[in-house]
């Protein structure tokens, strides 16, 4: 039991230490604060992931809270630090209060769209890909069933690279590593 809230207490640390995820296009450190800067303006209470898109604008991914009370996973472009059209990544969320999308993480894929993977509170690490034109979502791929306690996200070219922290019953961890040679579509263990 005391190994079990230590490792819970190890998450929530974990969690509340990375305020925004950025993506790997972010490169250098100062635009790496402006990015979080315009995050901190973003009406949520829960974690914000940002990165760029292809003209250098900001492009961010977070939980919202619609006007029945539904909070759902969303993305929006931003220009000169305006929201331009919110646009729903999943549907079917909670209505009970709280960030139930702890870890996010979105890269650009290609120039087509966005690479997005989230944490769902009780129910896994899931995947999608955001058409950035058409701005449709595909369907989310549950990658895991776990909790976990670490997102990484990667892309370059048409391969994307998914690496993950367990959370294990005994508090330790555990590494799963994917890759995808087809962009997203498919997916492979790494070894």
């Not at 005391?2 to 974990?14: A, E």
């Not at 549907?91 to 209060?97: C, M, P, V």
Request: glycine content about 8%; proline content about 3%.
């Amino acid at each position: 039991m005391k190994q079990q809230i230590i490792g819970i207490i190890g998450v929530l640390l974990s969690c509340s230490a990375l305020a925004a995820e950025v993506g790997r296009d972010v490169v250098n450190q100062e635009d790496d604060i402006k990015l979080r800067q315009l995050a901190e303006r973003i009406p949520s209470n829960c974690r914000v992931a940002a990165t760029r898109d292809s003209n250098d604008q900001p492009v961010f991914f977070w939980q919202h809270t619609f006007n029945d009370g539904t909070r759902d996973l969303v993305m929006a472009t931003s220009l000169e630090g305006r929201l331009q059209g919110i646009r729903r990544v999943t549907y079917g969320g909670s209505r009970s209060l709280g960030c139930h999308f702890p870890l996010l993480a979105i890269v650009k894929g290609g120039q087509w769209g966005w690479h997005l993977v989230w944490m769902r509170m009780n129910k896994g690490v899931y995947y999608a890909r955001m058409d950035g034109a058409a701005w449709v979502s595909s369907p989310p791929k549950r990658m895991s069933t776990d909790d976990v306690s670490y997102i990484e996200l990667t892309s370059l070219n048409t391969q994307v690279n998914l690496n993950w922290l367990e959370i294990r019953n005994d508090g330790s961890s555990l590494l799963h590593q994917m890759m995808s040679d087809d962009e997203g579509r498919t997916w492979n263990k790494q070894r």
